[in-house]
């Protein structure tokens, strides 16, 4: 395996600029796609005529026009530009990259770092603390005693649990599942089934990547609870009927990001490298 030396951080937002902080610990390391006053002293700006052995792309990779995604940036950043600044044997990440960009980088090895256990692993925390976040400055009651619905019990499921415990909340895990119930269960919180799931909630997370909140089920809710969806897309809440029944619903995509963009960044940089070294790359 051929040694990596030099990475680019493309594009991105703040968490990918933290990203190329942690990785600067053990690699060469240059950014391109942000604005001058987003790059910190230390980092340098890429040399747009050189190769390197390394890009990282952010996630989402791209904007919703095919660029490469770049908040940070007054211009604009082209896939065929970064392909031209990957050395031949050279090695692309990216997030959440769709088949097409797979594809455009065909003939380099690929690594989509958001499918990553790891990753997902180490981003439930941020994400369950950014939306607790958006619950307090949402709801115009406590946490404490508050009855509060999340559904799924998986990994942000199982973070968010923890952490309404320790505001007193009354928690209430909507499972599919025996396995499900017992996550509950360990987590010291309660569970029901999520079709026998009432409707007494003042505030509800949805974490569950498929439709469970249809207008039938939005119906019986009062439109004073406030519905928080973390799942990906299309989510898990019929957000047409929701409006049309004048409930409040949060879709919070990308909370870590948002929220906490030094630890995004540092756990977007420990996937790279864990990746890296398990394909044989030495540091140099």
Not at 104 to 115: G, I, L
Not at 222 to 242: H, V, W
Not at 259 to 270: D, L, Q
Request: glycine share 8%; hydrophobic share 40%.
């Amino acid at each position: 395996m051929n040694n990596i030396s030099e990475i680019l951080i493309a594009g991105g937002d703040m968490r990918q600029i933290y990203c190329a902080l942690s990785l600067s610990e053990k690699y060469d390391i240059s950014v391109t796609g942000f604005d001058e006053e987003y790059i910190p002293k230390n980092l340098k700006k890429a040399d747009l005529n050189k190769k390197y052995d390394c890009i990282v792309l952010p996630v989402p990779a791209l904007d919703g026009k095919g660029l490469v995604s770049s908040p940070c940036f007054s211009g604009e950043i082209y896939l065929n530009d970064i392909k031209n600044m990957l050395k031949e044997n050279g090695i692309i990440f990216a997030g959440r990259a769709d088949e097409n960009t797979k594809k455009f980088f065909n003939n380099h090895e690929f690594y989509d770092y958001t499918e990553y256990e790891e990753l997902s692993l180490k981003n439930a925390v941020p994400t369950a603390e950014g939306a607790v976040k958006i619950a307090l400055e949402e709801l115009p009651v406590t946490l404490n005693s508050l009855k509060i619905l999340i559904v799924g019990m998986g990994r942000i499921g199982t973070a968010l649990a923890n952490i309404l415990k320790g505001f007193g909340a009354d928690v209430t895990a909507a499972v599919r599942n025996a396995k499900g119930s017992a996550k509950a269960r360990i987590s010291g919180i309660k569970s029901v089934c999520i079709k026998d799931m009432d409707s007494n909630y003042g505030l509800v997370f949805n974490t569950a990547p498929s439709l469970v909140f249809t207008k039938e089920i939005l119906e019986k809710f009062s439109d004073d609870t406030l519905f928080i969806d973390l799942a990906s897309k299309p989510g898990g809440i019929d957000f047409d009927s929701a409006a049309e029944l004048g409930k409040k619903v949060i879709w919070a995509l990308g909370i870590p990001g948002k929220n906490a963009p030094a630890t995004a960044g540092k756990i977007i940089a420990e996937t790279v490298i864990s990746v890296l070294s398990e394909r044989g790359a030495e540091y140099e």
